[in-house]
């Protein structure tokens, strides 16, 4: 057979040589893995997003509760924290119980996150 016919040389830097699939450094498990991981954080966060979180503030006289999209499901305030001549209080007491319970949904969704990517080997 002559030169320059046939099947193309083998090279060590890229080409369609002996590994095959063009990727090189992936393999078949890393990419199941990735794909199990994805599968699994869809899932969680899914789940997630229907569960609801209460904060209360000012001794429980203020209530809020969110959902996991961070959406305000219901507020409840006591009458009693309700004083005509400090509604500044009481808006703090509401911003306060939003935010608590905002930031549970958001240490919830972070924590179900990494239980998932802890097991990971990732390569970077």
Excluded: C, W
């Excluded at 498990?29 to 954080?41: E, L, R, T, Y």
């Excluded at 899932?43 to 429980?60: D, I």
């Excluded at 305030?77 to 703090?92: H, Y």
Aim: net charge negative; charged share 25%; no cysteine.
């Amino acid at each position: 057979m002559a030169k320059g016919y046939g099947r193309p040389p083998m090279s060590r830097k890229g080409g369609k040589g002996g590994m095959g699939m063009g990727m090189p450094g992936l393999n078949m498990d890393m990419i199941k893995q990735a794909q199990k991981m994805q599968a699994d954080m869809e899932k969680t966060q899914a789940e997630l997003q229907e569960k609801e979180y209460t904060a209360t503030a000012g001794g429980g006289v203020v209530a809020a509760t969110v959902d996991g999209k961070h959406t305000l499901k219901a507020l409840s305030i006591d009458p009693e924290a309700v004083d005509p001549d400090d509604v500044e209080m009481l808006q703090d007491m509401v911003i306060a119980a939003v935010n608590e319970a905002v930031r549970a949904a958001m240490d919830d969704m972070s924590t179900s996150m990494s239980k998932i990517t802890s097991g990971m080997n990732l390569p970077f």
